[in-house]
């Protein structure tokens, strides 16, 4: 108890005590928070979940919501169409191609990584410089689309060059010894192989644009219509969030859009957690 | 016939390949081109030391939104990293199979929900409950908690697997020695992941730095330098998003410069990151 001038025989340990205290509550705090984030968003935007919130056509009266989640699931197609083949054969190059110690590899490495850590409003500005302002895309869903796509490739060429890393060599090796060339290989045996991998990267990379907000509002605008080309201004769900939540009127349709906008982050986590399940499942069934 | 598609397919494998390189240029040309012109018309230690942000009598000066960023940042990483590292600690350590299959896909859904959901929260529940507590609704320390919340689910991932990638045998040998379980983790697993657990906190501080749509919520953006906690503040992304639409000319282009400027900033924490993972691998 007190302290002895000399070694005490018996130290009383205050340290554990207090740390496993603190390690709990910690935990406990973040759990917390996360709930009930989630929980107020939930309770108090449900009851406001109104058909006029789904109606087709979006006016300041309704606030419809649909015209963003089409955008949205538009938006999302169009940065994978632009971002997966990059983000693939980026990776195919480094783990099937490239030679070890290769600099060039060194290069594209330290590219990707800059590419992941640049925050989104700086894609956003860059994205207005280069294709909304240079190549003249006005605000358009192909500016916008083009913004995220740059965005989401370190996402993609990540977790797909650690799928085919995952890959056993002897796949490779037998497929070589059947007479089958490099190309063959890779499209035939490793990669199909690799698919789960690839999924849970194009997973990610979907979550990414669904919450996008900054990088969108200077490149594809805020048009709350359904486009009729890609050179429309249109605006994502998280953008009409964004919006919806500045204008003091529409508080309760904000909740009911901020509901709608968590289910889908929900429903893309389960989607994810439930590829990766499978991967695991039948690695272990092997 | 197959040799040359082997090659062309080999090609475009390398070409695309080059694509990230291209953009990582591309972004910084485009920045610096349209940045610098500007930076140099109203001097560099004007704007980046002047303290007066004032676009209608073409006084462009970024000091306040530079200490913004710096201020709130510090603040998420008082909140952020002791809250996200105990608890990483937990989930490496102490977390039971049961709880741990409720708490994992809790923190996926944290750094699932997109940051306008963060900012619609704060600016229902948080700011008007610091106005309550402390006078200030918008404020540094409103922006501050909201963006400790918001590193946690980095913070917590990065730490928890720097944590489990120390070998049991570290642990083991604490407790051997007749440490406590605590005292095992603590003196002899965390200082072993140093390494890993600093680059979760750098992550978190990229993550905060560059963090835009739910600071500009609730940090109030007045572009002077914050008197105390609880007075507004703006950082360098609010700048950006506050004023690019509607600007034009030299306020356009400092807007573009403080972009770069952003951009320089998180360039150097990259290079930090990349320094401490080099050292983990070591």
Excluded at chain 1, 253 to 268: D, N, R
Aim: net charge positive.
């Amino acid at each position: 108890m007190n302290n002895a001038p000399h070694p005490p025989r018996k130290r009383v340990d205050w340290f554990s005590p207090i740390a496993r205290i603190a390690i709990r509550s910690a935990a406990g705090i973040t759990s917390l928070v996360i709930m009930f984030i989630v929980g107020y968003i939930l309770i108090k935007g449900i009851p406001h979940l109104k058909p006029s919130l789904f109606a087709w056509k979006y006016n300041s009266d309704n606030v419809s919501l649909t015209p963003a989640l089409i955008n949205t699931i538009l938006m999302t197609i169009l940065s994978l169409i632009v971002a997966v083949p990059f983000g693939t054969f980026t990776a195919i190059y480094l783990v099937e191609y490239a030679k070890r110690g290769n600099k060039l590899v060194k290069i594209i490495r330290m590219a990707a990584e800059t590419l992941a850590g640049i925050p989104s409003i700086v894609y956003g500005i860059f994205g207005m410089m280069l294709f909304v302002v240079h190549l003249k895309w006005q605000y358009s869903l192909l500016a916008g689309g083009c913004t995220l796509a740059i965005m989401v490739l370190p996402v993609i060429m990540r977790t797909t060059e650690e799928a085919l890393l995952a890959v056993p060599d002897t796949y490779r090796e037998g497929s070589f010894g059947l007479g089958a060339g490099k190309l063959r290989t890779v499209f035939k045996i490793v990669l199909p192989s690799a698919v789960p991998g690839i999924l849970s990267g194009i997973i990610l990379a979907i979550g990414r644009v669904v919450g996008e907000t900054a990088a969108l509002i200077f490149t594809a605008g805020s048009l709350a219509k359904i486009p009729h080309g890609a050179f429309d201004s249109t605006r994502t769900l998280s953008v009409h969030m964004y919006i919806l939540s500045g204008e003091a009127l529409h508080i309760d349709e904000s909740y009911a859009t901020a509901v709608v906008l968590i289910l889908l982050v929900l429903f893309i986590n389960a989607v994810s957690s439930w590829i990766a399940k499978k991967m695991t499942g039948e690695k272990n069934g092997k | 016939m197959q040799k040359i598609l082997e090659m062309a397919m080999k090609m475009i494998f390398l070409i695309a390949a080059c694509v990230s390189i291209l953009f990582v240029i591309l972004i910084c040309v485009f920045l610096f081109a349209n940045g610098l012109p500007a930076i140099g018309e109203i001097g560099p230690l004007e704007f980046l030391l002047g303290t007066h942000w004032k676009p209608s009598s073409d006084i462009y000066g970024i000091a306040p939104m530079i200490v913004g960023s710096v201020y709130v940042t510090a603040g998420a990483l008082i909140i952020g990293t002791p809250l996200g590292l105990l608890t990483a600690v937990y989930l490496a350590r102490f977390c039971p199979k049961r709880i741990y299959k409720v708490i994992d896909p809790a923190i996926s859904l944290m750094a699932g929900i997109p940051s306008v959901i963060y900012g619609f929260f704060g600016l229902v529940v948080l700011v008007p409950f610091m106005r309550e507590l402390t006078g200030g609704g918008k404020s540094v320390l409103t922006a501050s908690v909201l963006l400790g919340i918001m590193i946690l689910p980095t913070v917590i991932r990065v730490s928890e697997s720097a944590l489990r990638a120390v070998p049991q045998s570290y642990y083991e040998g604490a407790l051997a020695l007749g440490a406590s379980p605590e005292r095992s983790v603590f003196f002899s697993v965390l200082p072993a992941a140093k390494s890993g657990v600093l680059a979760g906190i750098v992550l978190g501080i990229g993550r905060a730095v560059g963090e835009t749509m739910a600071v500009i919520m609730v940090a109030g953006n007045q572009a002077i330098i914050p008197e105390s906690i609880t007075s507004g503040v703006r950082t360098l992304t609010a700048n950006i998003v506050v004023e690019m639409g509607y600007a034009s000319g030299l306020h356009r282009q400092a807007l573009i410069a403080t972009a770069a400027v952003l951009f320089v900033f998180i360039l150097l924490i990259n290079l930090l990151l990349s320094l401490l993972k080099r050292r983990q691998k070591i």
